[in-house]
């Protein structure tokens, strides 16, 4: 069972959808990214390849205005939409089944904070950047998280790793 771990819906659980496909952020590695975040008030969220939508919850949890989760598997996303209404956050949030490429082709919107996990191996950092990157707003973030792997040294980037995990942070100044 996975556990909200800060803010207003500290404690709060989650349901769970048991299939190896699904990787949930870990909660260690959850905690650290948190934490070098640390400002979500009234921000606008996107959470790419929402799996159980773990990120985007724990962003309203810590006062995020409004979170769009994509996934494109249809039991994953009513699992998030379940989870969802069992926390009464309907109105901070929205649900999108779409594939996230077929999703970034036509979204305008501009976001604070981007989360992308995406299935290990499935695309590298920067196919994912140069995707969202006119999307993130002036001083927005986006975090990406994967199995390691080498981000080109021309990107400014803060890199955790915690086992085979890896984070990517990447501020647009």
């Not at 995990?165 to 990447?170: A, D, P, R, Y």
Request: with cysteine; aromatic share 10%; proline share 2%.
């Amino acid at each position: 069972m996975i556990r909200i771990i800060s803010g207003s819906l500290k404690g709060r659980k989650l349901h769970n959808y048991k299939k190896e496909d699904i990787r949930p952020t870990q909660a260690k590695v959850r905690k650290s990214l948190f934490d070098s975040i640390r400002d979500f008030e009234n921000k606008s969220i996107l959470d790419l390849f929402a799996g159980m939508g773990t990120l985007g919850i724990e962003s309203i949890s810590r006062g995020a205005k409004r979170v769009k989760f994509i996934e494109k598997n249809y039991k994953i996303a009513r699992l998030i939409e379940q989870n969802i209404e069992k926390l009464g956050i309907e109105e901070s949030s929205v649900v999108i089944k779409s594939d996230v490429t077929n999703f970034l082709n036509f979204d305008k919107e501009k976001y604070d904070i981007i989360f992308a996990d995406p299935p290990y191996g499935k695309f590298t950092f920067e196919e994912i950047f140069s995707s969202v990157v006119s999307l993130v707003k002036d001083g927005g973030i986006f975090c990406y998280e994967s199995n390691k792997q080498n981000i080109d040294d021309n990107i400014p980037v803060k890199i955790k790793n915690f086992g085979n995990t890896q984070i990517v942070i990447w501020e647009k100044k």
